[in-house]
């Protein structure tokens, strides 16, 4: 099983960016696809979650910017990133959680996907 997360980079601050995640190996209907991030120097913090049946779940400091959506037929999860700030810039992760939390929590995720680096120049 592979999550592979596609689509970071580098914007200016007030620019758009979508990051793409692929899962491969098995089908994830039954899981939790999530977004984490870490910013240098701090902790991993989740930042948006979908279900299979579609509700969602995204962290208050991303609401109104950030929506989380996901293709079932084609294993794959996605973050469109609005209005980002520097404070977003951070290495951030796919996750797949098989349910453990609502939203899902780091120490829950089943599988992780390497990270792809966000950088949000001001």
């Known amino acids: 099983v592979q999550l592979q997360a596609f689509r970071g980079g580098l914007v200016q601050a007030g620019g758009s960016l979508r990051l793409s995640c692929l899962a491969h190996g098995r089908t994830f209907s039954s899981y939790a696809l999530a977004w984490f991030r870490q910013a240098p120097g701090k902790e991993r913090e989740f930042v948006a979650a979908?279900?299979?049946?579609?509700?969602?779940y995204l962290v208050g400091s991303v609401e109104g910017r950030f929506t989380i959506s996901r293709d079932n037929a084609k294993n794959t999860v996605y973050l469109q990133m609005n209005s980002l700030k520097p404070e977003d810039t951070a290495v951030y992760y796919c996750a797949a959680d098989p349910g453990s939390s609502w939203p899902p929590r780091d120490y829950g995720v089943e599988y992780w996907g390497k990270g792809t680096q966000v950088t949000v120049s001001s």
């Open positions: 979908i279900r299979w049946s579609g509700t969602r």
